[in-house]
């Protein structure tokens, strides 16, 4: 069973910032593209960013400049550092390992609470 553990969820101020992280295994981690989602209440999960095993980013534009993904190869953890944050990025962050014709992994997922 694959596990991807994240942390670093919590609760902050409008303008604010957090670094939530996410660690694979290192047969998942060295060759999957690693993306992290979201999720509000009472909406579908979408994509926020995504960084591919050769280091190649890409994001929702919504987060673009404010957002960003990151990861460490020594330690198989991949980053998503959010900076000036909006009560509208108030969610559940799911990071995901993809990969093409393999089967794809959540993580369990982590709160992000954004309120003054």
């Known amino acids: 069973q694959v596990q991807l553990v994240e942390s670093g969820g919590g609760a902050v101020q409008p303008g604010g910032s957090l670094r939530l992280s996410c660690a694979a295994p290192t047969s998942v981690f060295s060759i999957y593209t690693m993306a992290w989602y979201r999720q509000a209440p009472g909406n579908e999960r979408e994509w926020v960013a995504t960084?591919?095993?050769?280091?190649?980013?890409n994001y929702v534009d919504f987060v673009k400049g404010r957002f960003t993904i990151s990861r460490d190869n020594t330690k198989n953890t991949v980053y998503l550092q959010m900076n000036s944050l909006k009560p509208e990025d108030t969610a559940v962050y799911y990071c995901?390992?993809?990969?093409?014709?393999?089967?794809?992994?959540w993580g369990q997922g982590t709160q992000v609470t954004v309120s003054s």
């Open positions: 995901n390992a993809q990969r093409r014709y393999f089967p794809q992994y």
């Open positions: 960084i591919t095993s050769g280091g190649d980013t």
